[in-house]
């Protein structure tokens, strides 16, 4: 959530969509490194040696910021007046960060149901462990190109065909994954089709005002983590019930659910908010 709001404050306005790509990055990125390495280094060693692994680089992240971060205005981008209130954000700021965020969990939960349950479906047809997770990891470590994505959405006019281009995409290589066939293929496809990702989570970038932006980050993340833990619950109570396949159709529904909330963002925006400087 910090993170977002910061790179918000650096580029609202000015590449936004590019900026956050190269934020979003990592993550994925990591969690791939880290189902590699961390397995191996905790069957090498120990559990805890892994957790302190992982640790570490959380340290070192937190110094690099404390030594780095530089604020883009000292003083002035969450000012404008409102003193040190917790809450700082009109009403039609709040309905507009629910529905830019049910559009990013829907998004993500689809992408986060065929990680979990993708290596689960490939041992039931007969892979053995091993390669079912290399496989379900190209999605993981081709989103890479969200960086890519990012740089697209700030360069076109139609950035909304691209993101529900990449949402249909996305749901389409789902569903041949649950279906089989190559699905090493339709792994690497989704981890494509996801590049379009940056330009949903600047959506509460594009309506929130400098002031309001700590206040409605933290509502859009909040209900986010609120969402993704719903979703992976769902899909263990299909999964009890039909089998690894079922968590993929439900991904398939929650890349779909994504398109009407990105819908009905753009189609309240233009009328409850003017635009505003960065």
């Keep these: 959530m910090l993170f977002a709001k910061i790179v918000t404050d650096w580029f609202a306005g000015r590449e936004l969509a590019t900026a956050l790509g190269c934020m979003l990055t990592p993550w994925p990125v990591g969690i791939a490194l880290s189902l590699i390495v961390l397995g191996a280094l905790g069957a090498a060693t120990s559990w805890r040696t892994a957790m302190v692994a992982s640790l570490l680089f959380v340290a070192l992240a937190f110094v690099l910021t404390l030594l780095l971060y530089r604020e883009r205005a000292p003083g002035t981008l969450d000012g404008s007046g409102t003193g040190r209130r917790w809450w700082v954000i009109t009403r039609r700021e709040v309905v507009l960060v629910v529905v830019g965020c049910a559009a990013w969990a829907t998004m993500n939960a689809g992408l986060i149901l065929l990680l979990s349950f993708g290596p689960k479906l490939l041992v039931e047809r007969g892979f053995d462990p091993a ?30 065909a691209v993101i529900a281009t990449g949402l249909t995409g996305a749901a389409a290589a789902t569903g041949a994954f649950a279906l089989g066939g190559p699905v090493a293929l339709w792994s690497a496809l989704v981890g494509i089709f996801v590049a379009p990702a940056p330009g949903v989570v600047a ?49 398939v529904a929650m890349w779909l659910a994504a398109l009407p909330a990105l819908g009905l963002f753009r189609a309240l925006q233009p009328r409850w908010i003017s635009p505003r400087p960065a």
């Design 131 to 160: 390669r079912a997770n290399l496989v379900v990891s190209w999605a993981r470590f081709l989103s890479v190109t969200a960086v890519l994505g990012g740089v697209l959405l700030d360069r076109v006019r139609w950035r909304d």
């Design 203 to 251: 959506l509460p970038g594009e309506v929130l005002s400098p002031a309001s932006r700590s206040t409605g980050f933290g509502l859009f993340y909040a209900l986010f983590y609120a969402g993704m833990a719903v979703a992976p619950v769902t899909a263990g109570y299909l999964v009890d019930r039909g089998g690894g396949v079922a968590a993929l159709w439900l991904a």
